[in-house]
């Protein structure tokens, strides 16, 4: 921390080194006072981030215990003894977690590249195309944004299960999720950026619109287009609430519905918080590697969206 | 002729958008609706043949059922604490992230790190971490939290645990949401501070204003409508508080002997659902629906007569 002090006082324009001896003195008080505030805010940036880290810290360290030292009255910081098959125990065990994994990724790929279609057609004919009541349709989708997601789960409940009869199907986790208005007047704000003079030239060529929208537009929105691919990804990873109520069943239950149903119980009655945590870790593994990869993306869609998943 | 040939084409690349919003978001506004007022309301029956009458009893039954209030009260709690606590800390953050450079994109990754996870994962993580083991009567580990406080000389305390207080449960829960609350929160606050014309800050500095006063009276002004942002999509993410509680207490929504009694408003939509009392859940739906709205109606009030735009 001392060094990271150091760089900042020597990033000081360096013209205050030549300044008049009264001038110095007050720049070397500023001084005092600055490397006091920078102590301030590494210091507390540094227990900040410590506070964030540290439930992170303790998964890893937890999920190679062993139940014996996991339950000892002192806690180790660091494992004595690793134990690697708490890792083992979330594929074989009654969590199944390979199952799930494969479950989750069929439906988030599914999912993104169906509802990337159905985005990008409505994105296109909202910012390309000229028709009738277009601005009372497109502010009439937004207003839907409004309301939450549970007034809609009642009755897409009752149609997917009893109408559809779409219980345990993939299908019942995948198709009510399609269209996300947010994502379409997301990729519609894109779209419009694109200067017409492009559109014209085209047409000029005689190149066809579905041609235009995937050699041009498609190309110049990428960005926005792998950010609704993570967003959407993770939210088949994280889903938990609708999924348990549709499809449950081994075949078709998601990660996260898994993770929490699973009870870890060992005969002697007690938890085995260690194989617990190791199963934590291998769901959020992904995650955290998804991010690290496309940090820009998902920053980049997340400060718009304000929703999680 | 051509634009007739436009109008046609544009509905068509609406189509799948459209379809997919007809079934799956307008239908249920509609039937939402229906089956809040028709009283009693219940799919089966109503396949059954049977008729309900049209009133308010669903919204009567909901305000009478026992723990409804305990529903609408911790929910009410929950927003009403976190909200406030989780934006302060965000923007501290966001200040000293902005007035640090060297370890700026370290901290920054570290600090938006719970974003990416899984509530429900991170949520059996605090869990553990709060969690003491006993095997009958026979206390084994006390939880990682109990021992930094035991080694700070403080006594372990009860958090989740059979027999401990709703007090304590919240406290966990307020921490657990909290520190899955900043990121987003410090994400939105240091982009708008990294918009702030630096011109403002100079010339207050010129002024010879302190640090404090340059805070209040330039930074936060600045920041109001990313504040006004954060605290509203806060409030509308409170009120639908619900996996942070699966995730720590499981689905029994509270500890071992107190089931329920951590259930949110979101929480008893979903168990009257499963119950089959739809038309009671619909109601639910709906008063929820018009807390939220009218909670932002008040937010955007308030920061239109505070925000400077």
Not at chain 1, 98 to 124: C, H, K, R, W
Not at chain 2, 40 to 49: D, F, T
Not at chain 2, 215 to 244: C, D, H, N, Q
Request: proline fraction near 4%; glycine fraction near 6%.
């Amino acid at each position: 921390m001392a060094e990271e002090i150091n760089v900042i006082q020597n990033d000081k324009p360096p013209k205050q080194k030549n300044n008049s001896a009264s001038v110095t003195s007050t720049t070397k008080k500023q001084k005092v006072r600055k490397v006091f505030i920078n102590i301030g805010l590494y210091t507390f940036l540094t227990l900040m981030a410590v506070t964030v880290l540290f439930p992170f810290y303790f998964m890893l360290i937890s999920s190679v215990k062993t139940m014996n030292e996991y339950n000892q009255m002192i806690p180790t910081l660091w494992p004595k003894q690793f134990e690697w098959s708490n890792y083992a125990m979330a594929f074989t065990g009654d969590l199944h977690l390979g199952q799930l994994f494969l479950n989750t990724v069929i439906v988030g790929v599914v999912s993104t590249i169906l509802s990337l279609v159905v985005t990008v057609l409505s994105a296109y004919a909202f910012a390309r195309l000229d028709f009738k009541g277009k601005n009372v349709l497109f502010a009439a989708l937004l207003a839907t944004m409004m309301i939450p997601g549970e007034l809609f789960t009642i009755t897409n409940y009752i149609t997917v299960v009893n109408w559809f009869d779409w219980r345990n199907t993939f299908a019942a986790l995948i198709v009510p999720f399609l269209v996300s208005v947010f994502y379409i007047y997301l990729l519609r704000q894109n779209f419009m950026q694109i200067p017409n003079e492009l559109y014209l030239a085209a047409k000029v060529d005689g190149t066809s619109d579905l041609k235009y929208l995937w050699k041009v537009m498609i190309p110049l929105s990428a960005p926005t287009l792998i950010s609704i691919t993570i967003l959407k990804m993770m939210g088949a990873w994280n889903s938990y609430i609708w999924p348990k109520l549709v499809a449950n069943d081994l075949a078709h239950r998601l990660v996260t519905v898994g993770l929490r149903g699973a009870a870890f119980t060992t005969a002697s009655g007690l938890v085995n918080i260690p194989a617990q945590m190791a199963a934590v870790v291998l769901v959020t593994i992904p995650l955290l590697l998804v991010f690290l990869f496309f940090r820009k993306y998902i920053m980049r869609g997340v400060s718009r969206s304000g929703i999680k998943g | 002729m051509d634009k007739k040939k436009n109008q046609w084409k544009a509905w068509l690349y609406l189509l799948p958008a459209i379809a997919i919003l007809l079934i799956f978001t307008v239908w249920p506004i509609i039937n939402t609706l229906r089956m809040a007022f028709l009283e009693g309301y219940n799919g089966l029956a109503e396949a059954g043949g049977a008729s309900f009458g049209f009133g308010f009893a669903n919204f009567v039954s909901v305000v009478n059922y026992n723990k409804f209030l305990t529903c609408l009260g911790n929910t009410l709690l929950l927003t009403v604490i976190t909200v406030p606590i989780s934006t302060m800390l965000a923007l501290l953050i966001a200040v000293a992230l902005n007035s640090i450079k060297p370890l700026k994109k370290i901290f920054q990754t570290i600090f938006f790190l719970p974003y990416v996870t899984n509530s429900i994962a991170i949520g059996m993580v605090f869990m553990a971490m709060f969690h003491m083991v006993t095997l009958g009567s026979q206390p084994l580990s006390i939880g990682i939290i109990n021992s930094i406080i035991e080694a700070f000389g403080g006594h372990a305390v009860n958090w989740i645990d059979a027999g401990s207080t709703t007090f304590n449960n919240m406290v966990v829960l307020i921490i657990y949401i909290v520190w899955n609350a900043l990121p987003f929160k410090i994400l939105v606050l240091l982009g708008g501070l990294q918009g702030v014309n630096k011109q403002y800050y100079d010339a207050a500095k010129v002024d010879g204003a302190s640090r404090w006063r340059i805070f209040w009276r330039i930074t936060v002004p600045m920041l109001s409508p990313m504040i006004a942002y954060v605290v509203i999509t806060g409030f509308i993410g409170g009120f639908k508080e619900y996996t942070s509680i699966v995730g720590i207490f499981g689905d029994s929504m509270g500890p071992i002997g107190g089931d329920g009694n951590l259930n949110t408003m979101v929480g008893f939509i979903y168990d009257r659902l499963e119950d089959g009392f739809q038309g009671i859940a619909s109601a639910a739906a709906l008063i929820l629906f018009a807390i939220i709205f009218a909670v932002t109606i008040i937010n955007l009030y308030v920061s239109k007569k505070k925000v400077h735009y």
